[in-house]
């Protein structure tokens, strides 16, 4: 939440452009699961897009798996891309409306 409550000052467009693309991906995919309650072809379209951001994540999550120590990190991956999902939309969303602290000095 850090990092995204501080996203107002970046000015490097590739790290914009790459803070946006991931919002938007994740937002995307939890709106179309949401929306397959009612119409199951927004739930098929969540489930491929979870699988191209799995598969676009994947190289990239085992690299720093192995680096953390992680001996066969790769089965674990696809298992918690769902959370991860979740996990960064809130934090998107919480770090841009919810004010917060770091080292006892306050983000605006």
Do not use: C, H
């Amino acid at each position: 939440m850090r990092w995204v409550s501080k996203s107002r000052g970046y000015r490097d467009p590739f790290l914009i452009f790459s803070a946006v693309t991931v919002m938007f991906m994740n937002s995307g995919i939890l709106v179309f699961a949401v929306a397959g309650t009612i119409d199951a072809q927004y739930f098929i379209l969540a489930i491929g897009l979870l699988l191209v951001k799995t598969i676009t994540d994947f190289p990239l999550l085992v690299s720093f798996s192995r680096f953390a120590g992680m001996k066969n990190p790769g089965w674990i991956i696809p298992v918690f891309e769902p959370l991860v999902v979740l996990i960064t939309a809130i934090t998107a969303l919480a770090g841009n409306f919810v004010r917060n602290s770091w080292k006892g000095r306050r983000i605006q």
